[in-house]
Nanobody, 120 residues
Framework: VQLVESGGGLVQAGGSLRLSCAAS????????MGWYRQAPGKQRELVAV???????TYADSVKERFTISKDNAKNTVYLQMHSLKPEDTAVYFC???????????????WGQGTQVTVSS
């Protein structure tokens, strides 16, 4: 499964951005789609994740500001970010957990990362 991300950029504090991540390939079933981020000198952390057929989960730091959604027909996940803060500055990575059809083993696929910079 290949992932292609888009939508990062530079925005002022209080602004909004929307990230997109499209999964492509064949013969797979998606278990969950999510977003992680990694700021300089820090570990990668979960931002939001939505399991197939389940409800989204958000990091406490982004609740009420970020919304994760997906288009199952397009195998695409979105992250709508509002009220952005300088501390949201990071490289954002899309993550997809999937299974090959007919197999139980779960795999992880990561996007290439997209930079989000929030200026104060």
């Amino acid at each position: 499964v290949q992932l292609v991300e888009s939508g990062g950029g530079l925005v002022q504090a209080g602004g909004s951005l929307r990230l997109s991540c499209a999964a492509s390939g064949s013969g797979f079933s998606i278990s969950a789609m999510g977003w992680y981020r990694q700021a300089p000198g820090k570990q990668r952390e979960l931002v939001a994740v939505v399991p197939s057929g389940g409800s989204p989960t958000y990091a406490d730091s982004v609740k009420e500001r970020f919304t994760i959604s997906k288009d199952n027909a397009k195998n695409t996940v979105y992250l709508q970010m509002h009220s952005l803060k300088p501390e949201d500055t990071a490289v954002y990575f899309c993550n997809v957990k999937y299974r090959r059809l007919g197999f139980s083993l779960q795999y992880n696929s990561w996007g290439q990362g997209t930079q989000v910079t929030v200026s104060s």
